[in-house]
Nanobody
């Protein structure tokens, strides 16, 4: 059974940076596309970055130009580099498949808090 483990979150000041990691217990190529999502209390989970098998990336307007999704195939790990962080980026971040029919059990996520 494929599992997802997110890490790398923490407390950072506005304008700071973090790199999140998502380690897949199986192969990241089990999915046609991987994505990073985030969720805040009372709101739906939001897809913020995607990475397809062929390396194409996509970003929500709210993070475009500040976040970068990438992967290390050998480590079966997907990363999210977050620069110029804003208080509104505060959320719990998760990774998972992008296609609805490929989504598996959600991991625990990693909490990002942007605050001075």
């Amino acid at each position: 059974q494929v599992q997802l483990v997110e890490s790398g979150g923490g407390l950072v000041e506005p304008g700071g940076s973090l790199r999140l990691s998502c380690t897949v217990s199986g192969s990241i190529f089990s999915f046609n596309a991987m994505g990073w999502y985030r969720q805040t209390p009372g709101k739906q989970r939001e897809l913020v970055a995607t990475l397809t098998k062929d390396g194409s990336t996509g970003y929500a307007d709210s993070v475009k130009g500040r976040f970068t999704i990438s992967r290390d195939n050998a480590k079966n790990t997907v990363y999210l580099r977050m620069n110029s962080l804003k208080p509104e980026d505060t959320a719990v971040y998760y990774c998972n498949a992008v296609a609805v029919n490929e989504i598996i059990e959600w991991g625990q996520g990693t909490r990002v808090t942007v605050s001075s």
